[in-house]
């Protein structure tokens, strides 16, 4: 079992900046990959940035590329995304995800076999 615990949600005004942290305890194994997905009112949970552990891989989606950066610290087993250039459309429930495969394909949902509970981003106009 990986429990995932998420935290650095809130609220910012358009152009501000926030960085998401999400921490894994359990049975994480030494290869893996954590991700963030986000679900915005009405639309499916998307894909945002994805992670490899320890091969050191990275995925965005293209809506992110160049505004938004993960990172992780493998000493806390802690992923972080920060989040620059905030626009409203960013809004949603942001989610860190969890999967067992070191090689899962970043996008595919269904890789992803544990999930935290989601923080709130809003952002202002």
């Known amino acids: 079992q990986v429990q995932l615990v998420e935290s650095g949600g809130g609220l910012v005004q358009a152009g501000g900046s926030l960085r998401l942290s999400c921490a894994a305890s359990?049975?994480?194994?030494?290869?893996?990959?954590m991700s963030w997905f986000r679900q915005a009112p009405g639309k499916e949970r998307e894909f945002v940035a994805g992670?490899?552990?320890?091969?050191?891989?990275?995925g965005y989606a293209d809506s992110v590329k160049g505004r938004f950066t993960i990172s992780r610290d493998n000493a806390k087993n802690t992923v972080y995304l920060q989040m620059n250039s905030l626009n409203p459309e960013d809004t949603a429930v942001y989610s860190c995800?969890?999967?067992?495969?070191?090689?899962?394909?970043?996008?595919?949902?269904?890789?992803?076999?544990?999930w935290g509970q989601g923080t709130q981003v809003t952002v202002s106009s």
């Open positions: 359990g049975r994480t194994g030494s290869r893996y990959v």
């Open positions: 995800a969890f999967a067992v495969n070191g090689w899962a394909v970043f996008e595919l949902r269904s890789n992803y076999g544990y």
């Open positions: 992670l490899r552990t320890p091969y050191g891989g990275i």
